[in-house]
């Protein structure tokens, strides 16, 4: 019987680094929406859609994509409606090896808020923890 060895390479972390990212998203209702009488929920889902590298910087951009649960003017109904903003957080490297890096970015929403600014227009806010991990 002959028996062969091989040499399996696991990936090993070489940086890791996480941040507390605020997202605030200034808008105004569509034109065929009926106004806001009473805010009822609001939340928020981050994702990461691409982390590059490059200059000593990894940059992760993403979107976070709001929903606002309201209850209308028009014989008090309720209305949901989503709105989108795109994000960009950059990461400064130190004394990365030369060597072939994989980056994975994660975000998780910790906190979100809404303020109407008058019965169209309101400024919805969250709080992503944005985690970039490197092997």
Do not use: W
């Amino acid at each position: 019987m002959k028996a062969e060895t091989t040499n399996v390479l696991l990936p090993r972390t070489v940086f890791e680094a996480g941040v507390d990212k605020d997202i605030e998203l200034e808008s105004t209702l569509a034109d065929y929406l009926p106004n806001i009488n009473r805010i009822i929920r609001a939340d928020a889902d981050v994702v990461c859609e691409d982390v590059s590298i490059s200059a000593g910087k990894a940059e992760v951009s993403g979107k976070a994509v709001f929903s606002l649960l309201y209850e209308s003017d028009f014989k008090q109904k309720l209305q949901c409606e989503r709105f989108s903003t795109d994000f960009t957080h950059r990461f400064d490297l130190k004394d990365m090896p030369d060597a072939e890096l994989y980056p994975t970015a994660h975000a998780k929403c910790s906190y979100v808020g809404c303020k109407t600014l008058n019965p169209r227009r309101f400024i919805l806010r969250c709080r992503a923890d944005l985690g970039l991990e490197i092997t």
